[in-house]
Structure formats: structure tokens, C-alpha cells
Nanobody
Framework: QVQVVESGGGLVQPGGSLRLSCAAS??????MGWYRQAPGNERELVAT???????TYADSVKGRFTISNNNAKTTVFLQMNSLKPEDTAVYYC??????????WGQGTQVTVSS
């Protein structure tokens, strides 16, 4: 069965850094990525990466966040630097299988506050 497991969330001060990890298993995936949802807001795309290493970023995180994956393309990382209070949200990992089906992790809370 396909599993998507996230880790790395927590509390960090403004200007600080945090790294999220997501491990996907049970299939081969075309791409993986991160979404986030803050209270009262719609879920938004943060960043994605394909097996070939192509990346996309939301304008709000460009220059601050970096997405990467391991050589087996089974784990994705989100390095978050220069964090702002508005980055506070539940972050969800997603993995897209080669046939186009999406799988989701359970979400991990990121809180940026002093």
C-alpha cells in the first residue's frame, strides 16, 4: 500500500529555520510536493519537485524555501529559512503516482512565533 509520512514540524521564532521531511513508499512517483493551510485560508501549493528535479514554488516562499529529494525519489525535503509568522500553517505532503493519482500525508504543524 502507498504511505506518505511527514515529520519535522514544530515551533520556531521569526527569522528561524526548519526542515520538513516526507517519505513516500509503495509505488513510483512522478512528483512530490508540499501544500499548506492556515486557519481561515484555503489550502495553497508551496513547492513541488519531479523525479527529474524540476521545481516550482509559490511566489510567497521564493528565495526562502528550497525543495529537494533523495536519489531514490522516495523522500522529499522542504528547507524553510527566514520564516515569518504568516508561514504558520499545517503543511501537507503529497505524492503523485505515475498514473496521476495523488496521495497525501496527515499534515504537520508549523508555528512561527516569538
Amino acid at each position: 500500500q502507498v504511505q506518505v509520512v511527514e515529520s519535522g514540524g514544530g515551533l520556531v521564532q521569526p527569522g528561524g529555520s526548519l526542515r520538513l521531511s516526507c517519505a513516500a513508499s509503495g509505488s513510483i512517483f512522478y512528483s512530490m510536493g508540499w501544500y499548506r493551510q492556515a486557519p481561515g485560508n484555503e489550502r495553497e501549493l508551496v513547492a513541488t519537485i519531479t523525479r527529474g528535479g524540476s521545481t516550482t514554488y509559490a511566489d510567497s516562499v521564493k528565495g526562502r524555501f528550497t525543495i529537494s529529494n533523495n536519489n531514490a525519489k522516495t523522500t522529499v525535503f522542504l528547507q524553510m529559512n527566514s520564516l515569518k509568522p504568516e508561514d504558520t500553517a499545517v503543511y501537507y505532503c503529497t505524492a503523485k503516482r505515475l498514473d496521476g493519482r495523488d496521495y497525501w500525508g496527515q499534515g504537520t504543524q508549523v508555528t512561527v512565533s516569538s
